[in-house]
Nanobody, 118 residues
Framework: QVQLVESGGGLVQAGDSLRLSCAAS????????MSWFRQHPGKEREFVAT????????DYADSVKGRFTISRDSAKNTVYLQMNSLKPEDTAVYYC???????????WGQGTQVTVSS
């Protein structure tokens, strides 16, 4: 079993920055891909960004490209999401997920709330 613990959420103003962290209890063959998702109130969870542990493959949702950056620290088993130029529409619960591919995430964190005021 792999535990994922997110941190770094909070209340900020539009234009501010936040950095989310996701610490994994361990790495296994089926946690090769680490991703961030978010869920707006009353809506389905949506993809935000993804990275492989090797760090050579990243991808972003169009809505966050140029503003968010995903990175990882392999030594700490931690993935980060640097969020800049935050907008009110970025307000959501952000979840970290780990899986063997972009379409398979057996492990999820508990979520961290990000609120951006206008």
């Amino acid at each position: 079993q792999v535990q994922l613990v997110e941190s770094g959420g909070g209340l900020v103003q539009a234009g501010d920055s936040l950095r989310l962290s996701c610490a994994a209890s361990r790495r296994t063959f089926n946690t090769y891909v680490m991703s961030w998702f978010r869920q707006h109130p009353g809506k389905e969870r949506e993809f935000v960004a993804t990275i492989t542990w090797s760090g050579d493959n990243t991808d972003y949702a169009d809505s966050v490209k140029g503003r968010f950056t995903i990175s990882r620290d392999s030594a700490k088993n931690t993935v980060y999401l640097q969020m800049n130029s935050l907008k009110p529409e970025d307000t959501a619960v952000y979840y970290c997920a780990a899986g063997s591919s972009k379409n398979n995430y057996p492990y999820w964190g508990q979520g961290t709330q990000v609120t951006v005021s206008s």
